[in-house]
């Protein structure tokens, strides 16, 4: 069935450092893929989103890339801030044979960002 | 425009008690989901409701049951609560269901 691997976390960056979180995924068809983020007490927030191959997805000085010749849509940021502390999970709409478009999470990715 | 709101925010319950988690959304979505959260696991869908009238199990229904209430809201019922049903409940909802999903703030719940 259809899944999605982030790589395991905590991820500890001093400021100003560059971030990757790596997600790879398993699907059948064309799924659209999701990064979301969850800080601490509160519920998910849509953080970006592709939905075809080669597509980029931009938010917030995050990046990621619909890559389907790798299977892979790592979250990238040129700079983090302290405030970018949180949990990040990779996320893919399943489809599968039902087509509920469900979500398909990740594992999350802790990322801590030290002053 | 609050979005997706959930109560209550949290609830302690022993071992066999009942209760039920209310879900409200007002933007006009179509579909809505409840998940739960637990450490490690990321996040497993429980059940979801495509549109209004229709109800359809996920990953880990059992021990719950849903009520799609009117097109804005959308319930989760335990019954008789387990200690394994420990967990933070999110409820989210969707223009239609390839579309992004918008979450609540959680329910954090725990079952002694």
């Known amino acids: 069935g259809n899944s999605v691997t982030q790589m395991e976390g905590p991820v500890t960056l001093s400021e100003e450092a560059f971030l990757t979180i790596n997600c790879t995924y398993t699907?059948?068809?064309?799924?659209?893929l999701f990064w979301y983020v969850q800080y601490p007490g509160e519920g998910l927030q849509l953080l970006l989103k592709a939905t075809k191959a080669d597509d980029k997805g931009s938010n917030k000085g995050f990046e990621a890339t619909y890559r389907k010749e790798t299977t892979s849509f790592h979250l990238e940021k040129g700079s983090v801030q302290v405030s970018d502390s949180a949990v990040y999970f990779c996320a893919l709409s399943d489809f599968g044979s039902s087509n509920t478009g469900k979500l398909i999470f990740g594992q999350g990715t802790t990322l801590q960002v030290k002053p | 425009n609050a979005g997706v709101t959930q109560t209550p925010k949290f609830q302690v319950l022993k071992t066999g008690q009942s209760m039920t988690l209310q879900c409200a959304q007002d933007m006009n979505h179509n579909s809505m989901y409840w998940y739960r959260q637990d450490p490690g696991m990321g996040l497993r869908l429980i059940y979801y409701s495509a549109s209004e009238g229709t109800t359809d199990k996920g990953e880990v229904p059992n021990g719950y049951n849903v009520s799609r209430l009117n097109k804005r809201e959308f319930s989760l019922r335990l019954e008789s609560a387990a200690p394994s049903q420990t967990s933070v409940y999110f409820c989210?909802?969707?223009?239609?269901?390839?579309?992004?999903?918008?979450f609540g703030p959680g329910t954090r719940l725990t079952v002694t």
């Open positions: 699907a059948t068809g064309y799924p659209s």
């Open positions: 989210a909802s969707s223009v239609a269901s390839e579309y992004e999903q918008y």
